[in-house]
């Protein structure tokens, strides 16, 4: 699928995106995995998630592949774009 583009500004639109910090385990799913961080962990502890001086964690963001970021249902980055396209219409 090619990249949505803003209408007036030709900017790739954001990601909708999901952040997953702290796993015990590496991803192994269908989602894109990108901004994979792999921590060993020292001088600090999470007891509530079972996380022990000496393990390690990892944290990354997933993305379908597919979903971007839409101002108000519109193909527009943000509002200074979306205000930019009305006047150039009525104009």
């Given at each position: 699928m090619p990249?949505?583009?803003c209408?007036?500004?030709s900017k790739t639109l954001r990601r909708v995106t999901q952040d997953l910090r702290n796993q015990k385990e590496?991803?192994?799913?269908n989602l894109i995995c990108?901004?994979?961080k792999q921590q060993v962990v020292?001088?600090?502890?999470?007891?509530?998630?079972n996380i022990k001086e000496g393990d390690t964690i990892y944290s990354?963001?997933?993305?379908d592949g597919e979903s971007y970021r839409?101002?108000?249902?519109?193909?527009?980055?943000?509002?200074n774009c979306a205000?930019?396209?009305?006047?150039?219409r009525l104009s």
């Open positions: 990249k949505l583009k209408k007036t500004c590496p991803y192994n799913g990108y901004h994979k020292q001088g600090w502890s999470i007891p509530k998630l990354y963001k997933l993305w839409l101002f108000h249902g519109k193909k527009f980055c943000g509002v205000a930019m396209y009305a006047v150039r």
